[in-house]
Each structure stands twice: as structure tokens, then as C-alpha cells.
């Protein structure tokens, strides 16, 4: 009784194989006959053992997951040299009865028996001639002349004293990469009259299958001829992907991702899928196909499809193809792009004024295939231009409205806007329109600012007034009314009209010591404003002095001249003061004093600023006015600051400097990349803050910030230099990275470190390794694009090889050289001295992601004794000692 046992899951089955020589080497199986049996344990019984049942016994487990494993045993029977004959004799009265028993009978027991009898009075003898008739030889020499996708022609040779004995051959085969359960063997049967070939069809594509031939004859069936492993050609894949799944990332970007085929309609190893992609709506049946690489291992696979349009569906189908071609398409699954802001302001916008305070603003909506997304509604930026330093008059407004037309109200009076209109989605604002100037009407204007009237003789009265400060339009005329009052009595009362020019009226040939009262009204062509304050003088026979200017602020912008008047009654003296500081002629390099009392001041400069008295003085009266005078520079330069980087972008924020007494207008961003062209944006007075978007990753760039007025441009901020996050590519592990096969090999390209930084493309080159001669580089690709996976095809089994590659972003590039070895042409490990000649150079790899399965489900042992006299012999050590690498390694 040989006892062999293993464990496993699935269960393993067991097969007893004979050596057919005295030595471990080639085998047959061992087949269940009289005296040989099989037990359902796996342990193999013989009996009656002879001679000839003497040599090695090899058992082999397998449960089709993996590699299957064996061990050999040694049976020695001890015999004699001598044939054993037992003889009985029994003394009838006949004569004597003699019989000649043979146990388990074999071939070699064949031919002639004599039976000789002898007396006294003579001898005789008898001949029997025994054919022992034996179970014919297995065939030889198995071989296939013929292989296709669905069939397979085999020959093979018989034993030469077999042939008269054989009635017919079976054929037997089963599928050898079975994983999920043990195969039976299946039958075809060759006869009438047998030959030496079969046909045999109906088979899978692109599948390993196991061979052996068994002859059969009138004493029973030969052992099974040597098993012949091949594979059959492959077709294109019969089935589509599976599981096709497409979702969006975001306004511009779609996830694929699907699984392969059911693994009986590949037909071979897929070597990648196209992924097509159209819009929904577009029409048009053609697909734009992408191309991804697979690994042939029946995985996942995943496409990012970016560049696409907004707020869009797209329909999306993928198909396998393998070494034959492409397979049938998948059916399309659809996805709509993420929302996001409008990238194009509304169209067609105009304005037309309604009234003095109120315009009416229309517009047409975004082109539609640039809304991005559902519109929400609109919103109006809106503020009046403004010519004055009016920090106190930041009137920007806005307004939402989901209708394509409104009514601004509430404006100024005959002011001129600045209107800009944007959509928005759910996602956010899109980008403003250009600003459209629109001007409400005109309006009757306010009061004069001011009115003053003084004695200029006994018999005149000398009137000055101010502007209004909201004049409403454009003033036409001023109205200067009079008023004669004597006591409590109004004696006259008369009007005139002056040009809008003039802003002063002396009366004359008045009457002394009466009480003249004054007003003034402003006209435009709408009509008479409202009037100012009432001015009342009597006329004295004294001239006191008094200044009939007004004084106040005076705003100018640099390099320009401004006159500060100091017109005055009563022949006074005059004397100009800055700060209480008396200006003497030629006292400022830039000013002069006219006689008429006006100061000049000529290319004035910020520090020209200031206030400016005019006092006069003639012995009867005393009087005084004060211009404060803005002089307007170009501003400061903005202090900048940045908040943060990301790999695309920079944020960054600014503080506005002194303003040079005017309202910032705008702001000029400057950029460029360490060794670029400079590159400007223009940004709203009213930003604080801006984020460059669409920057380079793992770059440095040089930022500068102006700030401009009317007056001109401030100089520039400190330049920064800011650096975008990400660095060039890292290095992965080999084991990470690669994963041979026996004549392929498997880069993971997806597990190469970005370091923040998206892909470019690699370059790929390989080469085999060999002793005698270095070898030349094998140029795969030299701008592959990034892709999960990438599949070099062509290689060798049992070979070392060097792969060079490079992965290039857009912040450098890094190089790196593996090594690695194929399996063997069975999927096997490669042989140790190879693995230790290519650890000799480098770090060196092999594996196949199908062997770390029986890691899983090991079989655990197998313990072999023997119930005869046996000795157990450990076979392929070498084996064994790679399968340990090999576990290791994974």
C-alpha cells in the first residue's frame, strides 16, 4: 500500500505515475487493473506484487489553482533467482493426477509447458503452449500538425509490437487553466479502422488543453501516452465589456470604467479596450475612440476623458480587443458633465435713459453652449463715473433679476454709468459683459452752492455766487433776482438773466443806505432750479475791503497749473499765507502773484498740497478766504501678498497704498514663468484679491501688481516669486511597477509617483541581458500617454531583461532602470540561476499575479509511506527552492 495524501481548496486530485526506466525521469500513468487499485484516498494498492513492479512511483496533486506538486517514491520487491514450482499428487486408482498453478500472470510467463510423466516400465510427456494476452503499450510521440482557434489535429506513433493488438485509440483532453474547478477528462474515440491521427474539434479559442492518446485491445486499455500541453489560436473577443460605468469629475471631465469580458468570450489575451465617446445630441453616429492599453489579466479598466464640454451628455461605449482585433461594442452608457458658471457674458446688451434718475437696461442670454449649466438669473453692475476725488462716492450697486430686461432707479441726475451684466448658474457668477456707458437725462439743477454781495462803491453792490454742486445738466443761464426793501416794505423786485459763464453781477447807480436783497437760480434746458440762500447788503458811503472768490477745495492733477483768485473790493492790500505761512513773491519756485491778487502755482507736485489763504486789508475792513488745494499723483505702488499655491494655481491678495487724492481705476497684474514671457491682466478697482488659475505645475513664476488712477500708474509692488506645488516624477518600486509574464511583461504606469504633478507621457526601451554581448535598446514608444496600464509583448520566457524608462510631467522628468525575468513557457518560475545572474546587476523581478493564488488555497503537505519495503527520494529540490523565491518576492 502506497498512502498519499493532500490538502487543498479546491480538493486536489491525485495521479499515480511509473517510471518507464530504471531511473526518475519519464513517466506513465499508473491505471486501475486486476491487483492494481486506486483508492477514492488517494493511496495506491498493489498486489501480488512482483519484480516488475520494482522502480519509482511518482504521486502528483493538483487542484488546477497554481502550479501542482509531487513526490517521488522508490519501491524495491525482493525476490529469488529460482522459479517456485508447488506440485500436488494425489494416488488414485487410475494413475497419478499432476497440476501446474501460475499466479498473477503476465506477458513474460508466455510459451511452451511440458508435462512429462515417467515408471518403470516407460516415460510420456505433454506440451501446452500459454499466450498471455496484455494490454497494449501506450502510444508515443504526440504531436499536433495542425492548431486553429477551434480545433486541433493530432498524430502520434504506436508501440511496433502493439499493433495487431490495438482496436481503437482514445483521445482524451481537457482544459489545463481551469481555476474554478477540476476538469474531466473527455473522450473521442478513433476506430474503423483505427488510425494514427484525430481531428478534434469544437474546442475553445485562445485555450490551454492537455492531450493523451490511450490504446485499447481485446485484454483491456494501455496506459496514457505522454501528456502534450497547447494552447489554441486566439479569435477576436466574442463578448463586450462588462459593468460599463461612466460618471463625471467634474465640468470638463468623465470617469470610464469597466471590466473585461466574460472570461469564455475574450479568445485570447485582450490587450487593451477603445473607449468611444460622442455627444448625445450631436447627431452624428461616429464615436471618437481612445485607445487604453490592458494587461490581459481580465481586470478593471478606467478612462479619464477630459477636455469636454460643459453641462454636456455624452454617450459612451467600449470594446476589447485582443492579438486577433477588436470585439463587439458595449451598450452606450450616457453621463452630463458637472454644472459650472457661464464662461461667456450675456449678449446684445443696450441701455436707453427713461428719466433723470432711471435707465432701462436689456440683454440677450449667454450663447447656449456656453451657459455651462441651467441659468438662475442675471446680475447688473452699475456705478456712475466720476471725474472728482470722491473717496465717499463708491456708489457700485447691483442688481439680479431673471428677466432679460430692467429698470435702474433711483441714479443720478444727468451721470453717466458704467453697466456690466453677467449670468449665473447654480455653480456661481459667470463672467462680466464689457461695460456699456449709459447717461441719465437731464434734470433741473440744485441750488447755487453759495452767494455772496458786498459794498464795491456807495452807489454799487458787487454779487458772486457758486455753482451749483449737482448741476443736473448742463447750465444754460443763471437767474439773479433783486429785491429793494425799506423797512418792513418791498419797494421792487426785478430779475435778469446772466450767461452761464458768468457767476458774478455788479449793481450799479443804487441808491445809498438802502437794503438790496439777492438770490440766484440755476437754469438748464430742462428748466429753473431751485434757488439759493437769500444775500442782503445796504449801500454804505464806506468801502469796507472784502473778497468777493470763494474759497474751498481745488482739486488738480500733477504737473498741471491751478489759479487760486483772491478778487476783492476797496483797493486792499493783499497778503497770501500756506499754512499760516506768509508767500512772498517768488516765495514758492513755482507760483506767482498777479496783480489782480490771484496766485498762480505751475507743474504742481503732492507737496503743493495744502491750504492757501488770501487776506486783505484796507484801514476800513478786514477779510479772509482759504483754497485747500488737492494736488492728484499717481498712487502708491500696492503691497502683494500671496496666500496660497496649489499645482495649478496661485491666490493672492493686496492692500492699496496711498491712492494719490484720486480713485483707483484699476489694477494690472504682471506674470511670467522663470524664463517667460510676461504676461498682463487687467483687474476691477474694486478686486482686492485674484486667484491665477491654469499655471503650470511645479513651476516658479515672478508677480508684480500695479495700481493706476487717473492721473497714471503707481510703480510696481515687490516682484514675488511663488512656486506652484509638485515636483517632477518619483521612481516606483519593481515590484510595484512591473509584473512579467512568460512572453510578456505588465508596467503598471499608474503607480509612477506624479509628485503633484499631472503626466506628460513616458519613453519606454528594453533589452534582453545576456552573457556574451551587451545588446542594443529596444525603443517601445518614446511619447506614450499616460495610461493604468501598458503591456510590452514579444519577449522570451526564461529570460532576463532590462527596462529602461523616463516619465516626463510638466516640472521635470526622472529616469530609472529595472530588471526583470519572464516565467517559463508552463507560467513557472524561472530557474534560480537566472533570477541570481540578474540580481548580480540589479534589483531583479519575476512573478505572475495568477501563482499568488495557491498562496491562498496551499497545498499544505503530502505525506507518502510506503506498507513494502520502500525508500522516499526528494524530487526536483530545485523546484521547490524557486516556488520559496518566488512566495517571498510576492
Not at 435702474?408 to 453697466?419: C, F, M, P, Q, V
Not at 459683459?433 to 464795491?456: G, M, Q, R
Amino acid at each position: 500500500m502506497l498512502h498519499c495524501q493532500a490538502q487543498g481548496v479546491p480538493t486536489p486530485s491525485i495521479v499515480w505515475k511509473k517510471a518507464t526506466g530504471s531511473k526518475s525521469g519519464e513517466y506513465e500513468e499508473v491505471r486501475e487493473r486486476p491487483f492494481t487499485k486506486l483508492l477514492s484516498n488517494g493511496s495506491l494498492l498493489l498486489q501480488h506484487v512482483k519484480e516488475d513492479r520494482e522502480g519509482f512511483y511518482l504521486c502528483q496533486a493538483n487542484n488546477a489553482i497554481g502550479t501542482g506538486i509531487g513526490k517521488v517514491i522508490q519501491l524495491k520487491v525482493n525476490f529469488n533467482d529460482f522459479l517456485k514450482i508447488s506440485v500436488k499428487q494425489e494416488a488414485t486408482p487410475d494413475g497419478v493426477s499432476a497440476e501446474l498453478q501460475i499466479r498473477s500472470v503476465d506477458a513474460t510467463d508466455s510459451g511452451p509447458y511440458f508435462c512429462r510423466a515417467s515408471n518403470l516400465y516407460g516415460n510420456d510427456q505433454q506440451l501446452v503452449q500459454l499466450q498471455v494476452q496484455e494490454p497494449p503499450q501506450p502510444p508515443s510521440v504526440l504531436e499536433a500538425t495542425m492548431i486553429s482557434s477551434r480545433s486541433v489535429n493530432l498524430k502520434w506513433q504506436p508501440k511496433a509490437q502493439n499493433v495487431v493488438d490495438v482496436s481503437k485509440y482514445i483521445v482524451e483532453f481537457k482544459e489545463v487553466d481551469t481555476s474554478h474547478f477540476i476538469e474531466q477528462w473527455q473522450h473521442v474515440d478513433i476506430k474503423d479502422p483505427p488510425s494514427y491521427n484525430a481531428l478534434i474539434e469544437n474546442l475553445k479559442p485562445a485555450t490551454r488543453y492537455a492531450f493523451r492518446v490511450i490504446a485499447e485491445g481485446t485484454a483491456g486499455r494501455s496506459a496514457p501516452s505522454q501528456e502534450l500541453i497547447l494552447r489554441t489560436e486566439p479569435q477576436r473577443p466574442a463578448g463586450s465589456p462588462l459593468n460599463l460605468s461612466v460618471r463625471p469629475l467634474s465640468s470638463t471631465e468623465l470617469l470610464v470604467s469597466w471590466i473585461a469580458p466574460l472570461a469564455e468570450l475574450r479568445h485570447g489575451d485582450i490587450q487593451g479596450y477603445n473607449v468611444g465617446y460622442k455627444l448625445s445630441s450631436s447627431g452624428n453616429t461616429a464615436y471618437n475612440f481612445t485607445s487604453v492599453s490592458g494587461d490581459g489579466d481580465g481586470g478593471t479598466g478606467e478612462l479619464l476623458l477630459t477636455g469636454l464640454q460643459k453641462f454636456a451628455r455624452y454617450n459612451v461605449v467600449v470594446q476589447a480587443f485582443n492579438q486577433v482585433g477588436p470585439g463587439p461594442l458595449s451598450e452606450a452608457a450616457s453621463a452630463q458633465t458637472m454644472e459650472d458658471v457661464p464662461s461667456r457674458p450675456p449678449e446684445d446688451i443696450r441701455c436707453a435713459a427713461l428719466t433723470s434718475q432711471s435707465l432701462q437696461v436689456s440683454w440677450q442670454p449667454p450663447p447656449i453652449h456656453h451657459t455651462n449649466g441651467l441659468l438662475q438669473g442675471y446680475k447688473l453692475i452699475y456705478e456712475p463715473i466720476l471725474d472728482d476725488y470722491s473717496p465717499s462716492k463708491d456708489e457700485v450697486e447691483s442688481r439680479k433679476t431673471t428677466a432679460l430686461t430692467t429698470v435702474l432707479t433711483g441714479l443720478r441726475k444727468y451721470a453717466n454709468y458704467s453697466i456690466q451684466v453677467l449670468a449665473h448658474t447654480r455653480m456661481g457668477d459667470g463672467s462680466l459683459s464689457n461695460p456699456l456707458y449709459c447717461h441719465t437725462e437731464e434734470d433741473v439743477p440744485e441750488a447755487p452752492a453759495d452767494i455772496k454781495v458786498v459794498v464795491s462803491s456807495p452807489q454799487s453792490l458787487y454779487v458772486s455766487w457758486l455753482l451749483p454742486t449737482e448741476p443736473n445738466g448742463v447750465i444754460t443761464k443763471y437767474n439773479l433776482y433783486t429785491r429793494v426793501v425799506n423797512g418792513h416794505e418791498e419797494l421792487n423786485n426785478e430779475k435778469r438773466s446772466l450767461p452761464s459763464q458768468q457767476a458774478y453781477y455788479e449793481a450799479k447807480n443804487l441808491h445809498p443806505h438802502i437794503e438790496y436783497q439777492f438770490w440766484v437760480t440755476a437754469s438748464t434746458r430742462v428748466g429753473e432750479g431751485k434757488s439759493s440762500r437769500v444775500a442782503s447788503q445796504i449801500t454804505t458811503n464806506r468801502v469796507p475791503a472784502r473778497i468777493v472768490s470763494f474759497g474751498g477745495p481745488i482739486v488738480r492733477p500733477w504737473r498741471s497749473t491751478v489759479t487760486l483768485s483772491c478778487t476783492a473790493v476797496g483797493k486792499p492790500k493783499r497778503e497770501w499765507f500756506k499754512t499760516d505761512m506768509p508767500l512772498r513773491q517768488g516765495g514758492l519756485h513755482n507760483s506767482q502773484l498777479l496783480d489782480s491778487g490771484d496766485l498762480i502755482i505751475s507743474n504742481l507736485q503732492i507737496s503743493d498740497s495744502g491750504n492757501y489763504s488770501c487776506q486783505v486789508d484796507n484801514g476800513i475792513g478786514t477779510d479772509r478766504l482759504t483754497h485747500t488745494l488737492l494736488v492728484q499723483v499717481p498712487p502708491s505702488a500696492p503691497v502683494l501678498y500671496v496666500t496660497s499655491a496649489t499645482s495649478s494655481s496661485i491666490l493672492m491678495h493686496w492692500k492699496c497704498g496711498f491712492t494719490g487724492n484720486a480713485p483707483i481705476t484699476g489694477y494690472t497684474l504682471y506674470y511670467r514663468r522663470a524664463s517667460g514671457n510676461m504676461e498682463e491682466m487687467q483687474l476691477s478697482r474694486h478686486a482686492s484679491s485674484h486667484e491665477l488659475k491654469g499655471l503650470v505645475c511645479g513651476s516658479t513664476y515672478q508677480i508684480h501688481l500695479t495700481a493706476q488712477n487717473k492721473v497714471g500708474i503707481s510703480p510696481a509692488s515687490i516682484t514675488l516669486h511663488v512656486r506652484t506645488q509638485g515636483q517632477s516624477p518619483g521612481t516606483p518600486s519593481t515590484t510595484t511597477l512591473i509584473a512579467p509574464n512568460s512572453t510578456s511583461v505588465l508596467i503598471r504606469l499608474h503607480t509612477w509617483p506624479d509628485n503633484g504633478c499631472p503626466m506628460l507621457y513616458f519613453v519606454l526601451q528594453y533589452r534582453p541581458v545576456t552573457d556574451a554581448v551587451e545588446r542594443d535598446w529596444i525603443l517601445v514608444s518614446n511619447a506614450l500617454k499616460p495610461q493604468r496600464r501598458f503591456t510590452i509583448s514579444g519577449l522570451q520566457s526564461s529570460t532576463l531583461y532590462q527596462l529602461r524608462m523616463e516619465a516626463h510631467n510638466v516640472a521635470g522628468v526622472s529616469e530609472a532602470e529595472f530588471s526583470f525575468v519572464t516565467l517559463t513557457k508552463e507560467g513557472d518560475p524561472p530557474p534560480p540561476e537566472i533570477v541570481q545572474r540578474g540580481q548580480r546587476g540589479s534589483n531583479v523581478f519575476y512573478g505572475n499575479v495568477n501563482l499568488l493564488i495557491p498562496s491562498i488555497a496551499t497545498l499544505s503537505g503530502m505525506i507518502c509511506t510506503l506498507a513494502l519495503v520502500f525508500m522516499c527520494y526528494r524530487h526536483s529540490e530545485y523546484n521547490n527552492n524557486v516556488r520559496e523565491q518566488y512566495t517571498s518576492i510576492q
